[in-house]
């Protein structure tokens, strides 16, 4: 018998949250207050709530998903990387209960499997030091973040000079940060960031070619299947964290 099955929010052959009922605003806007908890440290994430067959502290986690959105990344990292834990982050509440559900369904359905994925709601513009400690993060991932067109929102875009400081703290060196977007000029702007920061080297394409994850930046979340759908171009950046020269 599938998880949930008689409960109406499941979809009663997959088991899985429908999305109709996790309607969502379009979008959230990262500067506003929001009211959710946030851990005070690293040490309180609560690992044991999110990781609970996972939780004896020997592991930390190592990969984090940026505006998660419905968890498409996650779930195809969760199988291609068994032993890491990983966590997407997610501001909008009703998208960040569907990702829960989701992965909550899927565990229940694939017994020892999706053990090592969970989800938060919180603004990553705000509170990644309160997650990771220093070096903590393998790899970030930043994929079709919103693009804030107009010039005087893009101090709301999670790609920023001074944002990449941040993840530069929370990323080991020789971690990874991947981009992609279907918006050229935030292609060009996410790029040029990345560029001028001292700490971060692009990878060469062997390197992209021989990365398992690069696969999945197109293929995997539901924005780049919808953009794959419509024949859209994308535009990916990814660089390496390297130590101060
Ligand atoms: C266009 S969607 C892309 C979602 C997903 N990455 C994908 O490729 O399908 C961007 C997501 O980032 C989330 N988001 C925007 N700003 C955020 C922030 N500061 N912290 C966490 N999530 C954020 C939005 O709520 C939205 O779900």
């Given at each position: ?127 990644i030091p309160n997650y990771f400690e220093k070096a903590q ?109």
């Amino acid at each position: 018998m599938l998880e949930g099955e008689g409960n109406p929010t499941l979809n009663k052959k997959t088991g899985l949250p429908r999305k109709r009922f996790y309607r969502a605003r379009a979008h959230s806007n990262p500067l506003s207050d929001s009211h959710f908890p946030v851990p005070i440290s690293p040490a309180q994430v609560d690992y044991a709530s999110h990781y609970p067959k996972l939780s004896d502290g020997s592991k930390k986690i190592e990969f984090a998903d940026i505006g998660c959105g419905f968890g498409g990344l996650l779930i195809a990292l969760s199988s291609l990387f068994p032993d890491t834990i990983m966590v997407g982050m997610e501001l909008r509440d009703k998208v960040t209960e569907y990702v829960k559900e989701r992965i909550v369904a899927l565990r229940a359905n694939n017994p020892g499997q999706y053990e090592n994925i969970s989800v938060v709601r919180t603004n990553s513009m705000k509170y990644i030091p309160n997650y990771f400690e220093k070096a903590q993060l393998k790899k970030m991932f930043f994929l079709f973040p919103d693009p804030h067109f107009k010039e005087k929102n893009h101090r709301r875009r999670v790609i920023s000079p001074h944002l990449l400081d941040e993840y530069a703290y929370a990323l080991a060196v020789g971690g990874i940060i991947y981009t992609i977007t279907d918006v050229e000029e935030l292609g060009e702007w996410m790029k040029s960031c990345l560029e001028d920061h001292p700490l971060f080297e692009a990878l060469s394409n062997e390197e992209l070619e021989a990365d398992p994850a690069v696969k999945l930046l197109t293929t995997a979340t539901e924005e780049g299947q919808k953009v794959a759908r419509n024949d859209g171009q994308t535009f990916q950046a990814v660089y390496r964290r390297i130590a101060m020269r």
